[in-house]
Structures are given as C-alpha cells and as structure tokens.
C-alpha cells in the first residue's frame, strides 16, 4: 500500500511555537509514532504532508523510506492528500494517517485497508458518546452515504454518535478522481477529504466503515491535555504488558518508559521510576522509588535503591547503587560492587566487589576489585583542559577525603591514609599518606577579651 501521513495543520490548541507533531509522547515526537506504526504495514510508499512550522518537522524526522510533500496554504485534508499524488502508485490502495493521532494499532490498520484492495473506500469510524467536533458518519439504509463537518451539520445529523477517525483507505487511482472533484464550498471554505465518500456513493462504489477494537486508537491531539491524557494511555498499555511478562510493579499508573524496557523474571520496579532509551534489566533486579535510568543495563540480581540516576551505565550482578547515586556514562560496576550515596561515577570500571559508599566523584578510572573508596574521595581528573585516568589496583584502600590528582596511579593493595592529596604514584602494600605532622602546641592560649 501507498500511506499518507497528514501532518501540515497548525495546533492552535498547543500555543506553542512547536509543530504539533513534533510535541511527544514517550519521548519522541508524535509524528515518529505515527510513521512507527504505519512502517509495520510495510508500505511500498510513505509520503508525510507537511506545512505548519516550515522545514522543522522533516529536519526533525528525515528518514530514507520517507518521501515529503509541503502543503502550503494549508487549505484542508483534501487539499493534503493532493500533495501527495505525484508519489503514490496506482496498483497499490492507499492509507490515510494522522501525524497527530499516534496510537493506532497496525493490525487495526491492516483490517481497514483491506476492503480497499478490493476496490471499496474504507473509513475508520468509531462511536464517541461526545462526537462535537468530528465529521459524522450519515447512512443511509445501513449504509454510508456520506461523511458531514460538524461545523456543516444541522441537529439531527449533528445527533449522529458514529464520527469519521479521519483514518482511511482508499483504491489510488479512484482516490485521484475523487480528490479532482473536491471544491471548498463549505463553512471552512476548505477542501474536505470526506467529501470523498459522497462521491464514491455517486459512482456506486462501496463504502465500508471499520471501527477499532479500542477508542482511544483514534484519540487525536490537539491540545496539552489531550496530549497528557494519551501519555498516560500509553504509558498505562506499557506498564500492563510488563506485567502480563511477569514484572512487578508497585504502581502501574506511576511509571513511564520512554523507550524500550526489557525485564528478566522476577524484577520489581518501585514507584516514579523514568526508563529512557534502551534499559535491561536482568533477573531479580529491583529498582527503588523515583530512579531514572537511561541506556543502561543492569545484571541479575542488582539492586537500584531510591532516587539514582543512571545514563549509560552497566551495572553487574549483584551489585547495590544507591540511594542517591548518580552513574554518569561510561560507568561499569563489577559483580557485587556498592556505589552508595551521594557518589558520582564517570568514564569509571569499579571492579568486583569494590565499594565507594559516601559522598565520593570517580570519574576516568579504572579501580580493580575489592577496592574501598572512602568519603569524601575525589579523583582531579581535569586540569582546566585535558581529562587525566586515575588507575587503583586490586586490594586498594583510599582513606576518606582523599584527592587522587590524575594522572595518578595506586598500586595493589596500597593504603592511602585520610587526607591524603595524592599527586604521585602510590606503591602497592604500603601505606601513603600526605599529610602535615599533627602538632599540640604547649602552653598556648586562648586569646582572652580585653576588659573595659
Ligand atoms: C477532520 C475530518 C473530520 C474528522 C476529524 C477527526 C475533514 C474535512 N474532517 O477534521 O471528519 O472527524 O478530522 O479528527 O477531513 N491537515 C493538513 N492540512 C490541512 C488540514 C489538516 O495536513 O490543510 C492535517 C492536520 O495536521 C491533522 C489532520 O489533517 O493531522 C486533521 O486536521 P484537523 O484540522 O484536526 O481535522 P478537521 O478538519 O477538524
Ligand atoms: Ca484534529
């Protein structure tokens, strides 16, 4: 099939200087959903009309299997479908999407499309208890005789519940006479592609009305709130289909994923947790409240505890971060290694079973395994210009408030004594510390305030 996706309207409603379908939703802009979706029917053509808000849109979503077409004035959805005639084939029918409507199910799409590849015109319709707005579907006997604007309709047909979706199919070649025929002899003065249905009723063509197996398929935005509302439609369809895969979550209607999120058996995820990009979690991991992890992956049996925050890191098994961590890219955790709170790692591998519990920065190292990180360490790995590797071996103790001045070295199993500004290599098996010799200074006192 051909697939036309409408996407040049103005979305008043939004006030926003943003293209509406360049608003998101998890995530991503609407219209990439839209073209998600409408790529899973394997289309032979794709054409997005654009318009509003000029090259933004296709800068935004430029694609190789993606033709564009700019419509300009924007002068209806008849007038849109026009655009796209040069790029469509005949011998193929063709879809017609909304850039606003983004969660329509492929296979509903594939029901609808049908009807057309036999030569009928095939609408998506569905039954709204409020249809204000919607073009209403008029029939006649049974059947459709043709689609009335809202803004057209007298009572009765206003009183019709049955609305066009917008979404339809239609044979190419009956889809270019019919749009030749249009005129804007209406209230908006635009070309309505609904006329289109009138017309192949006059032709005796059959008309044939689909409806979704859910509403909120056909749900399109137009405002903040409709946008919100089908962010949380979706987000609410994700969280069920994790569940239904045997993950647990505290609260389904508290969790968004913005991306992909895939779970081994047994994960428990706590409430106000944000996934974005690609996130895996392994077996028996358990993420705390309100962490956000983004491109990461964390091993079996891992625990995320409460308010972390992890950009593409890797967590290894067993391992514990948090509460309050912040894993920076870069950042490899060894098998039960602990990052505790108040630590930032970067560019870092912390080895197997090694720990930086409290308040520490560790970035561009390489720490070996069973190494302990005290309070308050901080590796200088910039001097104002250049990013400098601090390396710690194997058995390693870095006293608390410690400063590892990069390029530095520690060796295996050295001990840096607390305080220590660490500026040259440290030897393995010894203690280094730098520190000034604590002195008591005998007979001193305290200044005492002059009387009068
Ligand atoms: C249209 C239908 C109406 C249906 C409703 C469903 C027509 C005449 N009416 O209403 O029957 O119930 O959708 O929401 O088709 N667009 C363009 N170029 C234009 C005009 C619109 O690309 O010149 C795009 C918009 O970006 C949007 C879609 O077409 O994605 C629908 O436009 P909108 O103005 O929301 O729909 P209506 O005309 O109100
Ligand atoms: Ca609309």
Redesign the pocket.
């Known amino acids: 099939m051909n697939i036309v996706i ?4 103005k979305g008043t409603r939004m006030h926003s200087d943003l293209p509406k379908v360049l608003h998101t939703l998890a995530g991503r802009p609407l219209l990439s959903h839209v073209i998600e979706r409408a790529r899973a029917l394997t289309p032979s053509r794709m054409v997005v ?1 654009y ?1 509003h808000g000029g090259d933004a849109v296709p800068r935004a979503l430029a694609a190789d299997d993606l033709a564009w077409a700019l ?1 300009s004035p ?4 008849g ?2 479908v026009m655009q796209a005639l040069p790029h469509l084939i005949d011998t193929v029918p063709t879809l017609i999407l ?3 409507v983004p969660l329509t199910d492929p296979a509903t799409l594939a029901r609808l499309v049908q009807p057309a590849t036999d030569g009928a015109l095939a609408l998506l319709t569905v039954d709204l208890a409020d249809p204000t ?3 209403r579907i008029v029939r006649e006997g049974g059947a459709v005789r043709r ?1 009335v ?1 809202h803004k057209d309709a007298d009572e009765a047909t206003r009183a019709i519940h049955e ?4 979404i339809l199919a239609a044979p190419t070649p009956a889809l270019r006479r019919w749009l030749a025929g249009l005129s804007d002899n209406n209230a908006q003065r ?1 070309y ?3 006329d289109i249905v009138a017309a192949a009723v006059a032709e005796g063509v059959s008309v044939t009305a689909t409806q979704p197996e859910h509403e909120w398929e056909t749900l ?1 935005v ?1 405002s903040r709130a409709q946008l919100a509302q089908l962010e949380r439609i979706h987000q609410r369809r994700q969280a069920d289909a994790l569940m239904e895969a045997g993950v647990a979550l505290a609260d389904p209607d508290r969790i968004d994923i913005r991306g992909s999120l895939a779970c081994g058996r047994d994960v428990f995820i706590d409430v106000g947790c944000v996934f974005e990009g690609k996130v895996v979690l392994g077996s028996g991991v358990s993420i705390g409240p309100n962490c956000v992890l983004r491109d990461t992956t964390v091993a079996n049996g891992a625990q995320i505890l409460a308010f972390s925050h992890l950009d593409s890191a890797v967590v290894g098994t067993d391992a514990r971060v948090g509460p309050y961590a912040r894993l920076r890219p870069g950042t490899e955790l060894g098998e039960g290694s602990h990052v505790g709170n108040f630590v930032e790692m970067k560019a870092t591998r912390l080895g197997p079973g090694s720990k930086a519990n409290h308040l520490a920065y560790v970035g561009d190292a390489e720490v070996g395994a069973r190494v302990n990180i005290g309070a308050g360490t901080i590796t200088c790995n910039y001097d104002g210009v250049n990013k400098h590797r601090t390396v710690i071996e194997d058995d390693a103790f870095i006293g608390s408030d410690t400063q590892l001045v990069a390029p530095v070295r520690v060796g295996r199993g050295a001990t840096l004594g607390a305080g220590t500004t660490l500026t040259r290599d440290a030897p393995a098996d010894r203690l280094t510390v730098s520190r000034a010799r604590q002195t008591t200074i005998e007979g001193w006192k305290r200044p005492a305030r002059n009387k009068g």
């Open positions: 409408l996407a040049a309207g009309i318009g419509q924007q002068r209806g959805t007038h849109a909304y850039g606003d707005g919607y073009g689609i604007e609305v066009n979706t917008g635009e309505y592609l609904t399109g137009n």
